[in-house]
């Protein structure tokens, strides 16, 4: 029972950060004493951080998150976005990061309505991630500001020389060979020695590292997260008056070149991509070049399930016959410039791909793609014709069979793979049992399967009327339903390894009465669950038709129904046709070793689950708590395993139930409250 002590003071250090006591006091205040209708006037977060803890810039370093704020009142009015403060450097042991310590106003501008009058109420959300020497803790409230239209509001004071939004921009110019940035110096200006880029196109270590010689500051580009074409070069620093003042710099022709050539890259198919930014999608539609932007992310399943598009021969060879220029819009980040670029479209998410040519409207593509797609709409837009979506080409009935030869195919995808070994189980289970307990498996299956189709189209219908853009696997943007995800493929192989027994049927196997049937019910909502990142062949022009912002509700329901029934077939026809199941093997030991290697699929989903994850949260603190957690909770499986067998003692079996507990469901408390 030491082992069990031990697990319990692991769950209190670890649950001790729970409890942790805010450092960091945030309020909205007001700067505009003479707040007037149709003018703009100026507010703040305040935050106000206990000694030897900091908050972030909006480029936070090497780690850390900037604040967020998320209104939920303005009174009509237009809030803009963050005003930054200059930042201070703080190395901690070799972690370079840009900060705020002490008292720091983030400011914005409201941009009150010329027929406002009386008392304008704003209402917020603020989040910040608030660090010391020991750690980090993300934190969030409720702030509230009232202000009346007319003078006599009042106002906190604050220093606009420490914020460059209120100064000129100065202009100086650079050049680079791909290894470093050169950088000229304003020769009228007296500035400070640290200069902070607004993006990673210079490391944090490399901004302390810059040199300067001969009028030039020097900086090397090694390690880099951010290319110096994906975006303006803009630095931050001090000023002789002590306040700050952003610098642009602009990269000379011959540099502008050979720096998208060096950040140009090769693709499938032989095709080059380089990547996105509003001066280089404007410059290509400048030159009269078809442009084709692809808005993806490391952590978008079905972005990188489109990208098999790319590898067709056929689409690879007209992209390049048509010179389009390829830029990839890279959001792993959620950079803001894109997420801006996004709602142009009227999306909040991604995957989006489009072309683009000046003085065409732009052809929006599927969100899961198709060769076939992609071929249509660049022959329209060379054309110079508006393109037609395939979805409008085809009779419904069409694309209803084109669905539910697509939710066929989607038992062989990848992301089903970890569940074939549960089901294989459970027909090998189910051909020594009676007719009637297998149909009755194959109906609760496949009714699991199609409530799960069902369930997520009406929410998918829920969220467009709404206002949101949302598509196929649009859960695997979520960190929480990651989470869950991995935690429970973990759960789950665990039990199919021996470490502990939750039954089988849990997976898709049992072929009992009561419980079994609710399991067997639940193994088709999981395989459901785990189906969605992945396209199958057909399904992706189909799913196009499907989330088409025209289809009425029922066309969606029985559309996603259709994929349901076609994904459920193959169970449903060995339930259902004895001959059929005669055919599986009969129980037997080979079985058991089945089932304990078709753990390793489980585990293997679970570890690209927490990469999807990393490249989510963009908090190492975090994934390195999260890697921890998913640790802790393979012990309280172990615990439940090892103690609460059937051959334990009634006090061993209900301790180690209590432990397990405490264990699972603490760890998951901890990990959800904390995510980003």
């Known amino acids: 029972m030491r082992l069990l002590a031990l697990g319990l003071l692991s769950l209190f250090a670890l649950l001790g950060d729970l409890s942790a006591a805010v450092r960091t006091k945030v309020d909205l205040v007001n700067l505009t004493p003479d707040v007037r209708a149709g003018e703009k006037s100026l507010i703040a977060l305040r935050y106000r951080c206990d000694p030897h803890f900091h908050i972030y810039w909006k480029n936070p370093g090497d780690a850390g998150a900037s604040p967020t704020v998320e209104w939920t009142e303005k009174s009509g009015t237009e809030v803009g976005g963050f005003i930054w403060p200059g930042p201070k450097l703080l190395d901690q042991a070799g972690v370079m990061n840009f900060v705020y310590e002490n008292e720091t106003l983030i400011l914005m501008e409201v941009t009150v309505p010329a027929s406002k009058t009386g008392t304008i109420v704003l209402k917020a959300k603020a989040e910040w991630l608030e660090c010391d020497d020991k750690g980090c803790w993300p934190h969030d409230t409720l702030v509230e500001l009232a202000l009346k239209v007319g003078p006599g509001n009042s106002a906190y004071k604050y220093d606009p020389k420490l ?4 100064r000129k921009v100065i202009s100086t110019t650079g050049s680079s060979d791909g290894k470093t940035l050169t950088v000229a110096l304003p020769a009228d200006r007296k500035l400070g020695d640290l200069w902070f880029p607004e993006r990673n196109f210079v490391t944090p270590n490399a901004t302390v590292m810059q040199k300067k010689a001969d009028g030039k500051l020097t900086f090397e580009l090694r390690d880099a997260t951010e290319t110096l074409s994906s975006g303006p070069l803009n630095f931050t620093t001090r000023t002789e008056d002590g306040g700050y003042v952003d610098i642009n710099v602009k990269l000379g022709a011959a540099t502008v070149k050979s720096a998208a050539a060096e950040t140009a890259q090769p693709h499938a198919g032989g095709i080059e991509w380089q ?14 070049k078809i442009v084709y932007v692809d808005f993806t992310a490391r952590w978008c399943a079905t972005c990188q399930v489109n990208k098999r598009v790319y590898k067709q021969d ?28 996004l709602r142009k479209y009227g999306r909040t998410g991604i995957p989006l791909n489009v072309f683009l040519k000046a003085g065409q409207p732009p052809a929006v ?14 022959k329209a837009v060379s054309a110079g014709k508006a393109y037609q979506a395939e979805t409008t080409t085809h009779a419904f009935g069409f694309w209803l069979l084109l669905a539910f030869g697509g939710g066929v195919l989607l038992n062989l995808m990848p992301c089903v793979f970890p569940m074939i070994g549960l089901k294989v189980l459970g027909f090998a289970k189910e051909a020594g049992a009676s007719r009637r307990t297998v149909v009755l498996n194959g109906l609760l299956y496949s009714a699991g399967v199609i409530a799960s189709f069902l369930a997520l189209a009406l929410l998918i219908i829920g969220l467009k009327s709404g206002g949101s853009s949302v598509g ?4 695997m943007q979520s960190p929480g339903f990651v989470l869950g995800t991995c935690v429970l493929m973990i759960v789950l192989g665990l039990s199919l390894a021996g470490v502990f027994e939750i039954g089988v049927g849990l997976g898709g196997v049992s072929a009992g009465e009561g419980d079994g049937r609710i399991a067997t019910f639940l193994s088709g909502v999981l395989a459901t669950v785990v189906a969605t990142p992945c396209t199958a062949p057909g399904l992706g022009a189909a799913l196009g038709f499907a989330l088409d912002k025209e289809r009425s509700t029922g066309e969606t329901l029985l559309f996603f129904t259709v994929i349901g029934l076609g994904m459920a077939l193959p169970y449903l026809l060995l339930s259902l046709f004895p001959r059929l199941a005669a055919m599986l093997p009969r129980p037997g030991e080979w079985m058991e070793s089945l089932k304990q290697g078709m753990s390793f699929p489980l585990f293997a989903y679970a570890l690209y689950l927490l990469w999807v994850l990393n490249a989510l949260v963009e908090d190492a603190a975090w994934v390195r708590d999260a890697s921890l957690g998913l640790a802790l909770i393979a012990t309280s499986c172990w615990v439940l395993g090892r103690w609460g067998a059937l051959h334990r003692s009634d006090n061993e079996r209900r301790g180690a139930k209590l432990v397990a507990a405490v264990l699972f469901v603490g760890t998951l408390a901890y990990l959800f409250a904390t995510l980003p």
């Open 314 to 341: 056929d689409v690879a060879a007209a992209l390049t016959t048509s010179g389009v220029v390829l830029l990839k819009a890279d959001w792993t980040k959620k950079d803001a410039v894109i997420a801006e670029e």
């Open 163 to 166: 914020y460059p939004h209120f």
């Open 472 to 475: 196929w696997g649009f859960q």
């Open 275 to 288: 990547p996105w930014s509003p001066e280089a999608q404007a410059k290509a539609l400048a030159d009269g």
């Open 365 to 378: 593509l599927s969100e899961a793609l198709t060769g076939t797609e992609v071929l249509a709409a660049l």
